[in-house]
């Protein structure tokens, strides 16, 4: 069980806090102040810190800078008033994980907390350099895993070694950088790498969704609004440049901003300045823009969907992030390394795959790149009760290839279809038809789930759902 702290000297909200967080799963010790939480940290090990900014013998400066010297593996969290909103950047710049602001709310809470938790727990796995010099050195440029950076893994395909020099070629300089890729292939991991090996790694790294923004809200995430500048506007908001103020800004799905937006942001991009909305005050601007998108933005540009000089603006350097199944070796080497992650926090000791399931997963074509084999590396962990990984913990679309692969004659004195369901079961003969025919669909379209479902006229939730169904049952039997 995680153990927090929260630090707040308003006994009400505390306590409040400390319920609704318990009731969560988590074990919960409060402090009225900031000697009251020094004592607690001498005596107890805790995974986390909330800490009220304001208290009435210290501030959260103060608690923040001692637990970053005495107990630097703690992640610290800082609650925050609306006019503390600015204090607060400064202070996860001094190493602070996140702010969040009053008035609490406990959906906002919970995620924070969560993520800082995952993050806490990938740094406990041991991190590892993810591309290892031959040689002897100890320049402080050499690329290191890190909490953020659990996608990009050693590789000795030559994709994966060009990928590394350009990495290493540009993370020293303030060059702009656009990450091609398809989805899943691990371009946020790759602009986190620029970061952290540029001066700049000591001050934020800040990522934005553009394909998530709506046109209404698009200003206000980038350029941040003043309180009252509009309707809704019930206090002040940071944008997201100012708080990459120093450090580097990531852009992903780049190409989903409307065309007004990217007239607003090419200005900011050229004069690096930024004005809330709702303010009259332009705030200087140092920040680097790392973007990264899916699309074919010269093809856009051509359909008039992306402005020319904003993509010239960005294309200081280029860096191509190659697709999973181009990367030769490198796949069992990823997949072996999430394994050691997800068996860390899972308490398991999980040291290889079995035949059928290297079989498998070498067939796969991976669609979704990086981001699905870390899903089915985790999903198999979870299901392994020993130390080794079997096919049988892979999704049915995976462990099919090994099923059909020749191969598994040798390796196998009996290998079974699936799925064993009792044939005079109307409701098991009907799930397996289905299973047959998601199957065929899946293999038609190279294992695109989107596009089979698509095809099956059914949404990729339910695809999912259906696939897990049968799969439990392939467990069960």
Known sequence: MKKLLIVDDEINTANLLSRFLTRNGFEVMTAASGAAAAELLKNHEFTLVLCDFRLEDTDGREVLKKIKQQYPETGVIIITGYSDIKMAVELI???????ITKPL???????TINKAIETHSALAAAPVNIYPSTEKNTDKRSIALTPGNQELVAGTSEASKELARQINLVSPTNYSVIIFGESGTGKESVAKSIHQNSDRSNKPFVAMDCGSLTKELAGSEFFGHEKGSFTGALNTKIGHFE?????????DEIGNLSYEIQATLLRTVQERK????????EIDLDVRIIVATNENLIEAIQKGRFREDLYHRFNEFAIYMPPL????NDMMLIATHFAKITSGELGKNISRFSSEATIALTNYAWPGNIRELKNVIRRAVLLTEGEEISGKTLPLEIYNQYIKTPVNEALAETPQAPIILPKNDLKNAAMEAEYETILRVLKEVNYNKTKAAQILNIDRKTLYNKMNAASQQTIKA
Do not use: C, H, Q
């Open 93 to 99: 710049k001094m190493g602070a994980y996140d702010y």
């Open 325 to 328: 199944r181009n990367r030769g």
């Open 105 to 111: 709310y406990p959906d906002e809470i919970l995620n």
């Open 243 to 251: 708080m990459a103020n120093g450090g580097t800004l990531f852009l």
């Open 274 to 281: 930024v004005k809330r909305i709702g303010s009259t005050k």
